[in-house]
């Protein structure tokens, strides 16, 4: 019986030492399968898996506050692109032209006497310099001598500063002394200094509206000071005027020495760190999205906190995120503004310099840009407290330094549309059409509310197109639509060369005349234009319609006459 099984034995045996190269085969096979799935697969460095809880935000409809996730897959390169990421195009054929004309007649030509115009300025660095800019073009339609401005210092920020401790006083008299004579301070008169009559003028008053109004005062009183002087003056104005304003804007506000000095120790060390870099306007402080109304994904918590915030201001209308959203009028989160720049072609590979305020949420809201940009920066991380102390305590001079890392940036930033963002807009615009990106909010909106049922393909194509007229490059604007700050296009010309290639191709575009319309003192004393009206919404339905892209105003539809709350938005 022995003899049998050891047959039954060696015989399955036998059987499995055949099996063992076809099991060392099967086994290789899968091996080299799994190391080909390993190969391809994207690595934890080539793919972020962002956990958003944007979805939430946009949808109202949704029951209760729960916070609804999705995992959306980015790539860490920025991709190939069909443009330059830090340049924009056809730049070189533009530049910053505000020379006055040989009719644009002397300031002492001009000057009468016993004529002196002073302003008080309101808001946050940005905002005064929007007054200080007008109030040279102010002095010179109404032929008076300018005293130089008072600066806010009671205001949301309180920053106790003076114009001398900001910007550079004896270049800003110099430099405009053939536009409008400027003294530091109203001459004394019987041995007492003379005293200026206080008054406010019209929000955009006109050339017309200055001398029906302002001028009889004037007269009357000698001198005279308008208060709270932030956009006092028409959008609109003669061409030699608009021409002054950039004069002003771009040459004459120079920052003191020390600032200087400082913001460009700033752009240094960002350079060392990086050859290119980005600077990000952020704006995103409790104050500012309170005011604003919107949701921005934290569920009850969120509600209750801003909620709170909000309900110290009777004068607020009540809130409907869904439409604002749907508007375009909410700033981007963090998170989203990174989304933003990777889809544009940006990689995790660069360098962001972030001017901001007080975060909202903190380092928890900073988290997910940071993951998509580890290289993240700001005045604190790369400078000393020792070397910012001179600095600190006061809230424009600190944004000076960020105006000028900002200003000096490869490609400008911004979440927002305040009156920092368009101060850079238009300034970059005038020294070269430096890359300048403002979020398409209103388009972007739908794609942040369906992202996780896009690839990241799809997605990034689609930012793409909807930033197309929101980069800062040439001729994004139509000539003369806008705010002049942001869009100064009387003084921006087009070289010699561009002209003629330009001429000899087809028109694509009927011809605007905006730039060149000299403005009568006829029309109404204040200007009336819609400003910054978007081109999906305002008055325009010429064939031109969403080929010039305008961003919507900074919150004008609440229709707030709240100070303080006008001072939370300025910068």
């Known amino acids: 019986m022995a003899f049998p099984r050891r047959r039954h034995h060696h015989h399955h045996h036998q059987r499995f030492r055949l099996m063992i190269p076809i099991i060392c085969g099967i086994s290789a096979a899968l091996l080299i399968l799994f190391s080909l799935l390993l190969l391809l697969a994207p690595s934890p460095s080539d793919t972020l898996h962002l956990h958003s809880r944007s979805s939430s935000s946009y949808n109202n409809d949704e029951a209760g506050d729960a916070i609804q996730t999705s995992v959306f897959r980015v790539p860490s390169s920025g991709g190939k692109l069909d443009r330059h990421v830090w340049s924009s195009n056809n730049s070189e054929h533009f530049y910053g032209c505000s020379d006055a004309s040989n009719k644009f007649l002397k300031a002492e030509a001009i000057t009468k006497p016993n004529r002196y115009l002073g302003i008080a300025t309101s808001g946050g660095l940005n905002q005064q310099r929007t007054g200080i800019t007008d109030a040279v073009v102010a002095a010179r339609i109404l032929n008076a001598t300018l005293v130089v401005p008072i600066l806010d210092q009671k205001s949301f920020w309180k920053d106790s500063s003076n114009f001398s401790e900001i910007f550079d006083v004896d270049w800003f008299i110099s430099y405009l002394s053939k536009d409008v004579k400027i003294i530091k301070q109203l001459p004394r008169v019987g041995g007492k200094t003379l005293s200026a009559y206080s008054m406010g003028v019209p929000r955009k008053c006109n050339e017309k509206c200055y001398i029906n109004r302002i001028l009889p005062a004037l007269l009357k009183r000698n001198a005279i000071q308008l208060n709270k002087f932030d956009y006092r003056l028409a959008n609109r104005l003669d061409r030699e005027y608009q021409k002054l304003r950039c004069r002003v804007n771009y040459h004459a506000l120079r920052f003191t020495d020390p600032i200087l000095a400082m913001g460009k120790k700033l752009v240094h060390r960002m350079r060392m760190?990086?050859?290119?870099?980005?600077?990000?306007?952020?704006?995103?402080?409790?104050?500012?999205?309170?005011?604003?109304?919107?949701?921005?994904?934290?569920?009850?918590?969120?509600?209750?906190?801003?909620?709170?915030?909000?309900?110290?201001?009777?004068?607020?209308?009540?809130?409907?995120?869904?439409?604002?959203?749907?508007?375009?009028?909410?700033?981007?989160?963090?998170?989203?503004?990174?989304?933003?720049?990777?889809?544009?072609?940006?990689?995790?590979?660069?360098?962001?310099?972030?001017?901001?305020?007080?975060?909202?949420?903190?380092?928890?809201?900073?988290?997910?840009?940071?993951?998509?940009?580890?290289?993240?920066?700001?005045?604190?991380?790369?400078?000393?407290?020792?070397?910012?102390?001179?600095?600190?305590?006061?809230?424009?001079?600190?944004?000076?330094?960020?105006?000028?890392?900002?200003?000096?940036?490869?490609?400008?930033?911004?979440?927002?549309?305040?009156?920092?963002?368009?101060?850079?807009?238009?300034?970059?615009?005038?020294?070269?059409?430096?890359?300048?990106?403002?979020?398409?909010?209103?388009?972007?909106?739908?794609?942040?509310?369906?992202?996780?049922?896009?690839?990241?393909?799809?997605?990034?194509?689609?930012?793409?197109?909807?930033?197309?007229?929101?980069?800062?490059?040439?001729?994004?604007?139509?000539?003369?639509?806008?705010?002049?700050?942001?869009?100064?296009?009387?003084?921006?010309?087009e070289d010699s060369v561009a002209k003629a290639e330009k001429n000899s191709s087809p028109r694509k575009f009927r011809k605007d005349n905006a730039t060149k319309k000299i403005i009568k003192n006829n029309g109404p004393d204040v200007d009336d234009e819609s400003e910054w009206a978007d081109m999906d919404d305002d008055e325009d339905q010429s064939d031109e319609k969403g080929m010039f892209n305008e961003t919507v105003p900074d919150y004008d539809f609440l229709n707030s006459e709240d100070t303080e709350l006008e001072e939370i938005l300025s910068d």
């Open 273 to 493: 760190n990086s050859e290119k870099y980005i600077a990000l306007h952020l704006r995103f402080e409790p104050d500012m999205l309170a005011f604003s109304g919107c949701d921005y994904g934290g569920g009850e918590r969120e509600q209750k906190e801003l909620g709170a915030i909000r309900n110290r201001w009777k004068t607020l209308h009540k809130s409907n995120p869904d439409k604002a959203r749907r508007q375009g009028r909410c700033p981007l989160t963090p998170e989203e503004v990174g989304l933003m720049l990777r889809a544009l072609g940006y990689g995790s590979d660069v360098h962001i310099y972030v001017a901001s305020g007080e975060v909202y949420g903190g380092e928890e809201t900073l988290a997910p840009l940071k993951s998509l940009f580890p290289n993240i920066h700001s005045k604190d991380t790369i400078a000393t407290k020792e070397e910012l102390e001179a600095y600190s305590q006061f809230s424009s001079r600190m944004a000076a330094l960020d105006f000028i890392v900002c200003d000096e940036s490869d490609v400008f930033v911004t979440n927002n549309n305040g009156n920092m963002a368009k101060i850079l807009a238009g300034r970059r615009r005038y020294f070269g059409h430096k890359p300048t990106i403002r979020p398409n909010a209103k388009k972007l909106y739908r794609l942040f509310l369906s992202r996780s049922n896009l690839t990241w393909e799809v997605f990034a194509s689609s930012v793409r197109t909807f930033q197309k007229g929101f980069m800062g490059e040439p001729k994004e604007v139509r000539p003369g639509r806008g705010g002049f700050h942001e869009n100064p296009s009387t003084c921006i010309c």
